[in-house]
């Protein structure tokens, strides 16, 4: 039985192996080997690479390519001109190198080269057009508007609930009782309701940081101090409370002459969002959060919250719930069916607008963008 062998041990000590035994002179010992190689070409100084093909062929190393010129980079940059040029274009018509303007050289009338040369402004998109103005109604130009439009700017009402006003017969324009929707007013019309003329006036928004012990009302009966009280400086206009909050109860509150806006955030289809920081009596357990977020029983049926929390880990006496609808005292009533008094309670977002930068008792004009958010909301 024969065995495998070792391809390494037949051979002779000092003996090279197989594969390096033709390889020629070595590369250490540069006179070993010829100084030309058979058909006549010389050898590389070092390694002994094979000269280009344009040489072997009978051309020289210095220009390898015998058969075109070398061309400067100038030269290069025209060729590349004159294949980017349409078939027939003239020299002035070609595009100019990259970076360069074609004001001077491109005749004038005729389309800029698409691309980086061009100006952008040029191309698709980004062509000016001439806008379209849609031309002003006659209504418009005499200054003429819905009767339920008036109402509205004049703060009395939304659109809505200023048609069923007209409705009920309790609106005059120039001494007549107007019943019907759709009548137009203009500047120079004198509309009354409720025993005083109204005028159209500029939409004001003021977001006020109210205090304890105001009420949320325009006036009050039992001459209590009112929330008008301080913002009674804001502006000129009449402006009213968006929705309410009762008399020990801080944080923000919205006063507005939009009707439109105040109908839309009050309404519960819309539901403005509005988050509480309440301080309770004891601590609140993990079961009770989680039992106001799925509902709560209360007299007018349940109430649920969106989200409910602990302000601080490391007390659970005070609590941060969010929620959408807008019952009486909702809050306060759900932490007492759950067995908690609740000792503070300020509202500190409402809308998505934030009390930053507000003290309690001050107030501010809501910025244009602010405006926006809220009359573009859902």
């Known amino acids: 039985m024969t065995s495998r062998s070792n391809p390494g041990r037949g051979r002779q000590r000092g003996s090279k192996p197989a594969s390096s035994r033709n390889r020629g002179p070595s590369r250490s010992n540069p006179d070993e080997r010829p ?24 051309g020289s190393a210095e220009r390898p390519w015998k058969d075109e010129p070398r061309r400067t980079d100038g030269q290069r940059g025209d060729a590349r ?12 018509d070609r595009r100019p190198p990259r970076g360069g303007d074609d004001r001077e050289r491109r005749p004038e009338g005729s389309r800029p080269w698409p691309g980086k040369g061009g100006p952008k402004k040029a191309y698709g998109g980004f062509r000016e057009r001439p806008r379209r103005e849609r031309p002003e109604s006659a209504d418009s130009a005499a200054g003429l508007i819905r009767l339920n439009r008036y109402l509205s700017m004049s703060g009395v009402a939304s659109r809505r609930d200023a048609d069923d006003l007209i409705k009920a017969g309790v609106v ?37 940081n109210k205090p304890k012990d105001f009420i949320t009302t325009t006036d009050d009966p039992r001459d209590r101090r009112t929330v008008m009280a301080l913002v009674e400086q804001a502006c000129a206009e009449r402006i009213y409370p968006v929705g309410r909050l009762d008399r020990h109860t801080t944080g923000l509150l919205l006063l507005t002459n939009d009707g439109d806006l105040a109908k839309k955030l009050t309404h519960p289809s819309h539901g403005a969002e509005k988050i509480y920081h309440v301080t309770l009596d004891k601590n609140v357990t993990l079961a009770h959060l989680q039992q106001l977020v799925q509902g709560v029983p ?17 007390g659970k006496r005070e609590v941060g719930i969010k929620l959408h609808m807008g019952r009486n005292r909702v809050v306060r009533r759900m932490f007492e069916a759950l067995g908690y008094e609740v000792l503070k309670l300020d509202r500190v977002v409402f809308a998505g607008l934030t009390k930053k930068d507000i003290p309690r008792g001050k107030w501010r004009h809501l910025t244009e963008k602010e405006v926006l958010f809220l009359t573009k909301r859902k």
């Open 35 to 58: 100084a030309t190689r058979p058909d006549g070409t010389p050898h590389s100084k070092r390694f002994g690479k094979r000269p280009p093909k344009a040489v072997r062929e009978g």
């Open 81 to 92: 001109d004159e294949r980017r040029a349409p078939r027939g274009a003239s020299r002035d």
């Open 172 to 208: 005059t324009v120039n001494g007549v009782v107007v019943t019907e929707l759709g009548t137009k007013v203009g500047p120079g019309d004198k509309v009354v309701y409720g025993g005083q003329r109204l005028n159209r006036e500029k939409k004001r928004y003021v977001l006020l």
């Open 298 to 314: 209360l007299d007018d049926g349940p109430a649920a919250a969106d989200e409910a929390s602990y302000v601080d880990a490391s």
